[in-house]
């Protein structure tokens, strides 16, 4: 879309099938949307398969804007992902940080030349501290419930040919004969939800303690507490958490995960910021969060990949009224495409735009990841803006400054920085398609 884009302007109608969309591939036109007219294009593109998948919008990732969202949300805000909460999390990133480190020094001592998926191990490293964030404890069968979320995940970014096809009376046939794929998923997840929300109920009742360690008793709390005023279903509960593991996994994960590979491929980057944790840590045994706030060139590093990587490459919108963007009229109804993935990679804001330089996120001016500047929009824009983008971020300072501070990190014999596959995947997010294999060599022993 974006060398469409290129050819045809930043503000491009696009016609797939039956469908029309608008594809918006500048800055100007994002902001004229998200700041200038954001409630009219507040609600969230759901197709058939979307619905079937999220029980008609249940939970908030893909929930219909009114009040049932925005009381998730604050829920979120407020509760879940508060400034609060994410610092009474800090205990479990620090011991999981230490624990993907032990793993990975254990393999790195029985043998100098084993490689490692480090892929891998850093979506288990997301998946354990998220799940003891959520339910306080590692799950009994993470790789069971990894893969249940990874599938909802894809079946979420699979065109629907309902969606491309909306009035064909011979897809909906071809549909009822074949289909049900996303509601059979949605049940077995639920259903594990389910178990894991008894088995944490029946041991909170044993521990028979008020103090709220984990999201679900924050969020049972608030379903039992008639003095909230807030009525939230066990639906409600499961969707949200979900939705929390979900975006986790396939955001923190991502971002990880090219983080390692652009600084794979980049020797100089990885030079430098090694030094900055060098400094920073001082011969401490492990890393803390409290040395964290000093690393500026790590802080670069992480934006510089999410503008090249971003978490969410689209956002999809439906124009809710009669509106315009740049003097053009926009329908009620109107599918509206931010290719937030374009306008990170624009060289009209960007200086060698195809190149990994976490200095240009260095110094004053620099642009913000939190909505305010709308050419860099990693984490969303506006009111349907990412809820945890300070969760996500804790997570990824810490694993990053523990992987270079206790080793150096090299390629397979016979590949050089120039050669490391940076495909992306298509989906909900741009993942790698080829995972990252690299030797761990200990330079600071746990």
Same mark, same amino acid.
């Given at each position: 879309m974006r060398d469409l884009s290129l050819r045809h302007g930043s503000l491009m109608l696009l016609r797939v099938c039956q469908r029309e969309a608008i594809v918006v591939s500048s800055a100007e036109a994002?902001?004229?949307?998200?700041?200038?007219?954001?409630?009219?294009?507040?609600?969230?593109?759901?197709?058939?398969?979307? /619905? %079937?998948? !999220?029980?008609?919008?249940?939970?908030?990732?893909?929930?219909?804007?009114?009040?049932?969202?925005?009381?998730?949300?604050?829920?979120?805000?407020?509760?879940?992902?508060?400034?609060?909460?994410?610092?009474?999390?800090?205990?479990?990133? %620090? =011991?999981?940080?230490?624990?993907?480190?032990?793993?990975?020094?254990?393999?790195?001592? !029985?043998?100098g030349r084993l490689v490692v998926n480090i892929d891998e191990r850093l979506e288990e490293f997301v998946t354990d501290s998220v799940v003891r964030a959520i339910f306080g404890d590692r799950l009994p069968d993470r790789a069971v419930f990894l893969r249940m979320v990874r599938q909802g995940v894809d079946l979420s970014s699979i065109f629907d040919l309902r969606d491309l096809f909306p009035s064909s009376w011979l897809v909906r046939l071809v549909r009822r004969g074949g289909g049900g794929k996303a509601e059979r998923h949605r049940q077995e997840v639920f259903n594990v939800m389910d178990s894991i929300l008894k088995s944490h109920e029946e041991m909170r009742a044993a521990r028979d303690g008020d103090d709220e360690q984990d999201m679900v008793q924050v969020l049972l709390r608030i379903q039992k507490d008639a003095n909230t005023g807030v009525s939230l279903t066990d639906g409600d509960i499961r969707a949200l958490l979900i939705d929390v593991f979900g975006a986790a996994l396939d955001t923190t994960a991502t971002t990880l995960q090219w983080a390692m590979a652009e600084l794979m491929a980049n020797p100089r980057v990885m030079r430098c910021?090694?030094? =900055?944790?060098?400094?920073?840590?001082?011969?401490?045994?492990?890393?803390? $969060?409290?040395?964290?706030?000093?690393?500026?060139?790590?802080?670069?590093?992480?934006? $510089?990949?999410?503008?090249?990587? &971003?978490?969410?490459?689209?956002f999809p919108r439906v124009c809710?009224? /009669?509106?315009?963007?740049?003097?053009? /009229?926009? &329908?009620?109804?109107?599918?509206?495409?931010?290719?937030?993935w374009a306008i990170s990679r624009d060289p009209k804001y960007w200086d060698e735009p195809d190149?990994?330089?976490? %200095?240009?996120?260095?110094? =004053?001016?620099?642009? /913000?990841?939190?909505?305010?500047?709308?050419?860099?929009?990693?984490?969303?824009?506006?009111?349907?803006?990412?809820?945890?983008?300070?969760?996500?971020?804790?997570?990824?300072?810490?694993a990053l400054a523990s992987l270079l501070y206790h080793f150096n990190w090299e390629l397979p014999p016979g590949v050089e920085p120039g050669e490391v596959d940076m495909t992306e995947e298509f989906g909900v997010t741009a993942r790698r398609k080829v995972n990252l294999f690299v030797r761990p060599i200990i330079r600071v022993p746990l």
């Open positions: 994002a902001r004229e949307i998200y700041k200038g007219n954001e409630a009219a294009f507040l609600a969230r593109l759901n197709g058939p398969g979307i /619905d %079937e998948l !999220s029980r008609h919008g249940q939970g908030i990732v893909f929930a219909p804007y009114g009040d049932h969202w925005r009381l998730l949300r604050r829920i979120l805000m407020m509760e879940l992902l508060s400034a609060r909460r994410v610092k009474a999390f800090r205990r479990i990133r %620090e =011991e999981e940080a230490a624990r993907l480190v032990s793993s990975l020094q254990v393999q790195a001592t !029985s043998d910021v090694q030094s =900055e944790v060098d400094c920073a840590l001082a011969g401490q045994a492990t890393v803390q $969060e409290a040395a964290l706030k000093s690393m500026q060139y790590l802080r670069a590093v992480i934006k $510089e990949t999410l503008r090249l990587h &971003p978490p969410a490459t689209i809710l009224g /009669d509106s315009k963007i740049l003097g053009y /009229d926009v &329908p009620r109804g109107m599918i509206v495409l931010t290719n937030t190149k990994f330089m976490p %200095e240009r996120f260095q110094g =004053e001016g620099v642009a /913000d990841l939190r909505g305010m500047d709308f050419e860099f929009t990693p984490f969303g824009v506006g009111r349907r803006i990412c809820p945890g983008i300070d969760f996500a971020y804790a997570e990824l300072e810490i």
